[in-house]
């Protein structure tokens, strides 16, 4: 059976060797990983990793590194939603 492919980011395809970026908190870190496999760009800021979808239309999703509420992993899925990344 062939598997479907994978849309990249054209930064992604530009820069092969890139790694994805590693969250301290588990939930968190997932949800990047599950971004970078999906062929996001995700890059590591000071105080939070920057996801940029493939497709350039949607807004970029920011994780924070120190998140502030019990709210905050949920408002982050909700992002990658809207976004078009099935969590």
């Known amino acids: 059976m062939a598997q479907a492919k994978t849309k990249k ?13 590693r969250h301290p908190k588990k939930d968190y870190r997932l949800l990047v990983e599950e971004a970078w496999t999906a062929g996001w760009r995700c890059e590591r800021a ?3 990793i920057f996801c940029y979808p493939p497709d350039l239309t949607k807004d970029k999703v920011w994780v924070p590194m120190t998140p502030s509420s019990q ?11 809207a976004a078009g990344l099935a969590v």
Do not use: G, M, Q
Request: proline share 7%.
């Open 71 to 81: 709210r905050t992993l949920r408002n982050v899925k909700a992002s990658f939603r």
């Open 9 to 21: 980011h054209r930064w992604r395809i530009e820069n092969p060797d890139a790694k994805c970026p």
């Open 46 to 48: 000071t105080n939070y």
